[in-house]
């Protein structure tokens, strides 16, 4: 090597400024404590309030009890139907959303490969999406029966559309210029699916799977709501139907830290697959 | 401009040689749809090993010319003929190399080179050069297991040459591949891809409107103007090589060739998309 080249290989190193930080939004670590005991504060605030409100101005009776709660959650736990009643509507959601995955991803494929399928399907497409899929819950129930396939079916139909949408748009958004540089290779298709058509949409997958994690929960739930022996859904509803306002919070309670679990699941599997890549 | 007796410029439409060139587009004209041309009445020859940089101002259809040779747009009328056969597909003698390196984000340094020594392979051609001497041969043998995003404007396209080295090509169309870069990373870069020329001997077109870019790197300099685009003038740049990129732009005829190019270009009747002169590096 001459000392030319030497020169050029020292003269453009990795940049100080990207080579180390993965994390865009490093935010102090002072602040972050200051956020984390905001949000305790503000969650205690709201629990005490509910709590006072219960005990002298309305009857736990309609609104429930913080302290009644915490000890039927605490009851659930030791009694192990808490697990019971998480597994299948978990699983029922986390199967609808997989589905959704696999089917969806080759529909919005296809749609986003041939101008002719896409002006031809879109009618229809729009019209299944435009039906409020809560309403073909007793369909489901009726085809599927009250095992996990309705709810995974019910799941299924709500994930399933933003699965498709966001593969199209994340197909029509790919870099011409990649497909090009492949194309003056000589590549096929397939090699150009594989290397950058699939790749590019990695990060809309994750946009949907984010927001399926919730629709996928929901489906479950109202297929347990309508029809089932177990689940959470089956909880809320049974509790319900014993006029058993404690149960029904406690119910809603779980769902609410099963769903915030799952996303922030979602969360740390996108940022490892994601970091530097994207 | 006295001086461009002694520059050798090239008729315009020069005499049919007897070798088989490596590139040869004949009456090449382009619309996009409707009247207006984007490049009119183009002929041009390439020889076998010959470094040929075209110089022109922004949208005067330098970058067209190429993806024409590389099939990747067809021309309107003409001919485009490589080594004698016309261009139907993207031919596989030809390798592309973007302005914008063209990298996968979500590859290393390492499989986006590997990816010129697949798409190699997958023709069952002789690959170039194995992967490792490739890093090392655009300097990056540390960096194969870093990711674009963490490299600087110069590296990425380092790694984007060596991309296009390991495909190993006949011929080599670079769409002003240092144009986004810094002008220190620029020469260094020409330096480099000169170093490369030399050891491998293939045909390369350069596009760039950066006049002393291809006056300091090419063999025959073919100026365009802009609206349509037409072939202006050519230069024959007979400066001695090996070349280093610095020490050439202190030949004085260096700067009669710049100079007379800057004539041709100025010297447009709609100088409304031309360089002005205190836009060396645009």
New interface residues.
């Given amino acids: 090597m001459s000392a ?2 030497r ?3 020292s ?5 100080a400024d ?2 180390h930080s993965p994390t865009q939004h490093q935010t102090g670590a002072r602040e972050q404590w200051q956020v984390a005991l905001a949000r305790v504060a503000l969650a205690l605030a709201a629990i005490a309030l509910w709590e006072a409100a219960s005990r002298w101005f309305a009857d736990p009776f309609w609104i429930g009890r913080p302290s009644d709660i915490a000890q039927r959650l605490w009851q659930l736990t030791i009694t192990n139907q808490l697990f019971w009643h998480v597994v299948p509507t978990v699983t029922q959601a986390a199967a609808g959303l997989a589905l959704s995955i696999v089917v969806g991803v080759p529909i919005g494929l296809l749609f986003a490969y041939s101008r002719f399928v896409e002006r031809v399907l879109e009618p229809f497409f729009l019209g299944l999406y435009s039906i409020p899929r809560i309403a073909l819950a007793p369909l489901f129930i009726l085809w599927f029966g009250i095992g996990p396939a309705s709810k995974i079916i019910m799941a299924f139909s709500l994930v399933v559309f933003v699965v498709i949408l966001n593969t199209y748009e994340g197909i029509r958004g790919v ?1 011409r ?2 497909i ?9 298709h397939g ?1 150009i699916l594989r ?2 058509l699939l ?2 949409i ?1 990060p809309w997958i994750f946009a949907s799977i984010r927001v399926g994690v919730g629709l996928a929960l929901i489906g479950a739930v109202v297929g347990e709501l309508l029809g089932a022996n177990r689940g959470l859904g089956w909880y809320v509803e049974n509790s319900a139907s014993r006029v058993d306002v404690t149960g029904v919070f406690a119910g809603l309670v779980i769902l609410m830290v099963v769903g915030m679990l799952l996303n922030e699941i979602v969360k740390f599997f996108e940022q490892r697959v994601m970091r ?3 | 401009m006295s001086a461009a007796p002694s520059l050798h410029l090239v008729s315009p439409a020069p005499a049919a040689k007897q070798a088989v060139p490596a590139v040869e587009l004949a009456a090449v004209s382009v619309d996009y749809g409707g009247s207006v041309l984007a490049v009119a009445d183009v002929a041009l020859q390439l020889a076998e090993g010959e470094f040929l940089a075209i110089v022109g101002p922004s949208g005067c259809g330098k970058s067209t010319l190429l993806k024409i040779i ?1 099939g ?1 747009e067809r021309p309107s009328r003409g001919v485009v003929r490589l080594r004698g056969q016309p261009v139907e ?2 031919p ?1 003698e ?3 190399m ?1 302005q ?1 390196d ?1 990298l ?4 290393t340094v390492r499989e986006n080179i590997a ?2 020594l ?3 392979s ?2 069952k051609r002789e690959p170039g050069v194995a992967i490792d001497e490739l890093l090392e041969l655009v ?1 990056l043998s540390r ?1 194969g297991g ?2 674009p ?7 990425r396209q380092r790694a984007a040459l060596g991309r296009i080295l390991a ?1 190993a090509p006949d011929i080599y ?1 670079m769409d002003e591949p240092f144009g986004a870069l810094d002008a ?2 620029k020469l ?2 020409g ?2 891809l000169l ?1 490369i020329w030399a050891r491998f001997g293939k045909a390369v077109v350069f596009v760039t409107h950066d006049i002393e870019e291809a006056v300091s790197l090419s063999d025959r300099v073919v100026v365009m103007s802009g609206r349509p685009g037409t072939i202006k003038s050519e230069y024959r740049i007979e400066l001695p090589r090996p070349r ?1 990129p610095r020490e050439v732009r202190k030949i004085p005829n260096f700067h009669r060739y710049v100079d007379a190019i800057w004539n041709d270009i100025m010297s447009e009747p709609d100088r409304s998309h031309g360089i002005s002169p205190d836009q060396t590096q645009v």
């Fill in positions: 030319i080249d020169a050029a290989v003269l453009d190193t990795v940049p990207r080579a870099d210029e990649l090009d540089m492949l194309r003056s290779m000589r590549a096929s090699y290397k950058v790749p590019s990695v530097n890549r994207y | 590389c990747l597909r993207v596989a030809v390798g592309f973007f914008r063209a996968l984000p979500w590859a990816i010129g697949e798409c190699a997958a023709q300097g960096f870093f990711y995003r963490a490299l600087s404007g110069g590296m495909y169309l220190q990373t260094l870069m330096q480099e170093r280093l």
